[in-house]
């Protein structure tokens, strides 16, 4: 909406500016040339190191420690396999996809539904309870972590992929609550009121029509949900330390701990490239959905 | 479980418009509340909250390791903190991050921010540079890559011997770099560390004030180039006092993270950096309750810590009043 609109003001302004400064004067192209310059630079920082892990992880460790630039003599999977493998990564990664997938499902169900009651039903406590969620979201996990220890350990999940999951979803259920409850807040009354007299219940009016209506919400939700809940480190490396339960962060962590010893760079890049390519080429293809997304973020 | 049930009565009674069938305590209406408000109140009550009001209360014991038994003792666990040199040097070090790693992410990310929206040229219409789109893909890659592992890249691009860093220096000549200990050192560890933060936030504040930039309509730049602004000028004067909210959101959240820079010092330099140069206090506290096992104390920790990022936010907030009110008053 907001880009129709400045692409018609834009169009607008050009018409006007052709007639005042018909030509580029030369200390104009320079300012371009120098702003090309910075963001290309940049986008060499950014990507130089990727590159350079990338193709490191084709490496032997010892082509690895002898040159940072030499290309690999040999094409092959030797690394991947053993970072797979050898190094536990394999098993990390399903962990994961376990656990995150869990969570994420989890979270969106149980945040919508608590986001949705808290934006149109109107009860005693019901600000309270939004500025607890507040509360949630501003002090830092730091705080909690050690009584959360303890607390999993008495419900007996400590050390279990399920006391993760329910970790996991408790704390992504504020920021979810908070992002949720602008969108089932804008929903007209009138559908609700529709969906009673046609006599569909609570449950039904909110499955069958409310949240199909929150779709767009629901999915810039679930994006940032997905990449905050992947890339958690600090809850799996203190609540969960059983090495055949890692997730991939901790496993990548303790394997590089490990490489420091047993110097198995080669296997590390490996490690480094399974974990950052199905993410990044998820990105690369829906890139324009996901900026749109931390645009909506803003715009709130 | 049983508080949402009559929470529903006073909702119903202000809207009489729908007093008919929203009145009624029918099965479907109670179970309703029950699982969709109950549920998720509950996980987010034990698991969020219950931890942190209990934390109030373990950082008052000197509650040791896994026994059962411990000594309420006050204050005590505060004074010993505020004695305590490691732990003096890591707020030291938290506050430092929590200062340079928003103010240089956020300089960098609205001047790009501005290059790829309206830096295209003093001529023609409002728009960014050509190819901006591509500058906005990649300087967002970082993002998506989880930190533990930009960590771990970056520990290598920095490594002495067989590191990319120092590769590139050698290449071009810079001799003295050939085995350079980039977090080895205690002058350049911090910087080192913190280009890594930075490095991984531009891209996604980038993309942040891209979207609000794009909400301020183009007649306020065009009106700003007929006065002779330049674009850095531009940056300043129009740029930062219009996008002013997303500015303070994304100080906010910058600062948080910089806080808890545990993940990023863990794989960077995992042990604090020479001489604890860039030990940082979740690191601290980490190491207290799980290494050494004394609970209490580091609960204590992370007191100090959620007292921080309070400050932290309530002085961002307070600059924002200050410097809008300034503003508002000299422009408008």
């Known amino acids: 909406m907001t880009a129709d609109a400045s692409t018609v003001s834009r169009a607008g302004v050009q018409g006007a500016a052709t007639q005042t400064t018909p030509k580029a004067n030369p200390g104009d192209r320079r300012a371009t040339a120098v702003s090309h310059v910075i963001l290309v630079i940049w986008s060499i920082v950014v990507l130089l190191p990727l590159l350079w892990a990338f193709v490191s992880s084709f490496k032997t460790t010892n082509e690895i420690l002898s040159s940072p630039f030499t290309l690999p003599k040999s094409f092959s999977f030797a690394n991947y396999i053993s970072a797979w493998d050898t190094a536990g990564i394999g098993t990390s990664f399903f962990n994961t996809i376990v656990v995150v997938g869990c969570s994420l499902v989890l979270v969106m169900v149980l945040g919508a539904m608590c986001s949705y009651v808290l934006a149109r039903f109107q009860f005693f406590g019901n600000r309270a309870i939004y500025y607890l969620m507040l509360a949630g979201l501003t002090f830092p996990v730091f705080l909690a972590i050690v009584p959360l220890f303890f607390i999993l350990r008495g419900l007996g999940l400590l050390n279990t992929l399920q006391g993760l999951i329910t970790v996991y979803v408790s704390f992504a259920l504020p920021f979810t609550v908070f992002f949720l409850f602008a969108f089932f807040k ?5 559908i609700y009121e529709a969906a009673q007299m046609d006599g569909a219940g609570e449950w039904r009016t909110f499955f069958q029509v409310m949240l199909p209506m929150a779709r767009p919400g629901m999915a810039s939700v679930a994006i940032f949900n997905f990449l905050g809940l992947w890339n958690q480190f600090l809850l799996p490396v203190a609540l969960n330390t059983d090495p055949a339960k890692y997730v991939l962060s901790q496993g990548m962590a303790s394997f590089a701990s490990q490489a420091g010893y047993s110097v198995d760079y080669g296997a590390l890049f490996a490690a480094v490239v399974i974990t950052v390519l199905p993410v990044l080429i998820v990105y690369i293809i829906f890139q324009r959905q996901l900026q749109g997304s931390v645009a909506q973020g803003t715009s709130r | 479980m049983t508080a949402p049930v009559p929470a529903v009565a006073p909702g119903v009674g202000r809207k009489p418009k729908a007093r008919g069938p929203r009145g009624r305590l029918t099965f479907d209406r109670v179970s309703f509340m029950v699982v969709f408000l109950g549920l998720p109140l509950a996980l987010f009550l034990v698991f969020v909250i219950s931890p942190f009001v209990q934390a109030l209360y373990y950082a008052m014991t000197d509650w040791s390791g896994f026994s059962p038994n411990f000594n309420f003792i006050g204050f005590s666990n505060y004074t010993k903190l505020a ?13 430092l991050l929590a200062i340079v790693v928003p103010f240089a992410t956020i300089v960098i990310a609205l001047l790009f921010a501005s290059l790829v929206t309206v830096a295209g040229g003093a001529s023609g219409g409002i728009r960014g540079l050509r190819g901006s789109s591509f500058y906005r893909v990649v300087s967002f890659f970082p993002y998506t890559v989880p930190a533990i592992v930009i960590g771990i890249i970056w520990a290598q691009v920095y490594d002495p011997q067989a590191g990319l860093l120092n590769g590139i220096l050698t290449a071009v000549g810079l001799e003295k770099f050939k085995s350079f200990a980039w977090l080895g050192e ?3 560890a911090m910087p080192a560390s913190m280009f890594v933060m930075v490095w991984a936030f531009v891209g996604f504040y980038t993309v942040l004030f891209v979207a609000a930039i794009k909400g301020v309509p183009a007649e306020i730049y065009e009106a700003a180039r007929l006065d002779g602004a330049g674009r850095l000028r531009t940056i300043w004067s129009v740029t930062l006092p219009l996008i002013r909210d997303n500015v303070q959101t994304a100080w906010i959240y910058l600062g948080i993270a910089a ?5 990023w010092m863990q794989a960077l330099n995992p042990f604090g ?45 307070l600059v924002n009043r200050l410097t809008g009110g300034r503003d508002e008053g000299g422009r408008l």
């Open chain 2, 273 to 317: 950096g020479p001489n604890n140069s860039t030990l940082v206090m979740p690191q601290e506290l980490f190491n207290t309750a799980f290494a050494k096992g004394q609970f209490g104390y580091a609960t204590a920790m992370g007191v100090v810590l959620a007292l921080i990022t309070l400050l932290f936010a309530a002085c961002v907030f």
């Open chain 2, 259 to 263: 806080l808890d820079a545990f993940v």
């Open chain 1, 186 to 190: 804008s929903l007209p009354e009138e």
């Open chain 2, 83 to 95: 004695q305590d040199d490691i732990f003096r040097r890591s707020v030291l070090n938290s506050v």
């Open chain 2, 186 to 188: 205690v002058a350049t």
